[in-house]
């Protein structure tokens, strides 16, 4: 088992930019998740799907982000345009229905916007 | 709104003492607990969980109490170690969806 896999796992790019980041869920995990951490938030939820449908996506910023999961072993966090204060760690996760273990989480991807 | 709060950022605890870290919560739907470690660089891992319907749960080192009348759990770390040295994140969960405090950095000290 690979894990939750995110990436890149760092990505710096300029302001007015697209960035799209990855994330290929556990095989078998029915719930994906997309997260941002940030000092003064800390790890917020932006987006989940249940079976590949978006479940709740109130914690998406603005128009500028969204999120897609086309098939069960891959999703897409999309920010355009991009900017500074974007700047975050963004974590995927994914678990199975039961949630007595919680979620596993992706190493995470660093983006920076400058 | 934080619905799950950890007021303090950080805490540090010299090896071998106790090591406790807080968590307050809000909503009161909430039915399951757990508590995350995350080391720099790598995503947060499952530490340990408490359902509502206990008080405590204990596993190794670690020890988990929930107050459901005051909305608040502790984590206790006994002894604590250097390689406990990490940020902790406490999570509490409503349908399926788990709710996330802004972390404690915990530095053990040898």
């Known amino acids: 088992d690979a894990g939750v896999i995110q990436s890149p796992r760092h990505e710096v790019t300029e302001m007015g930019q697209e960035v799209t980041l990855r994330c290929k869920p556990i095989?078998?995990?029915?719930?994906l998740f997309w997260y941002r951490q940030t000092m003064m938030r800390g790890l917020e939820l932006l987006i989940y799907?249940?079976?590949?449908?978006?479940?709740?996506d109130s914690g998406m910023p603005e128009d500028r982000f969204s999120a897609k999961m086309p098939n069960a072993s891959f999703s897409t966090l999309k920010i355009q345009p991009s900017e500074p204060r974007d700047s975050a760690v963004y974590f995927c996760?994914?678990?199975?229905?039961?949630?007595?273990?919680?979620?596993?989480f992706g190493s995470g991807t660093r983006l920076t916007v400058v | 709104d934080q619905q799950v709060k950890q007021n303090s950022p950080s805490l540090s605890v010299q090896e071998g003492r106790i090591s406790i870290l807080n968590c307050d919560y809000t909503?009161?739907?909430?039915?399951?607990f757990l508590w995350y470690k995350k080391y720099p660089a790598e995503g947060p891992t499952f530490l340990i969980s408490?359902?509502?319907?206990?008080d405590k749960n204990e596993d190794g080192r670690f020890t988990v109490f929930l107050n459901k009348s005051a909305k608040h759990l502790s984590l206790h770390i006994v002894p604590s170690q250097p390689g406990d040295s990490a940020v902790y994140f406490c999570?509490?969960?409503?349908?399926?969806?788990?709710?996330f405090g802004t972390g404690t950095s915990l530095t053990v000290i040898p």
């Open positions: 996760a994914s678990s199975r229905a039961s949630l007595n273990y919680g979620y596993t």
């Open positions: 799907f249940n079976n590949n449908v978006p479940i709740d």
């Open positions: 909503n009161s739907m909430f039915d399951y």
């Open positions: 408490i359902s509502s319907i206990k």
């Open positions: 095989s078998g995990h029915d719930y």
């Open positions: 999570a509490a969960s409503a349908s399926n969806q788990f709710y």
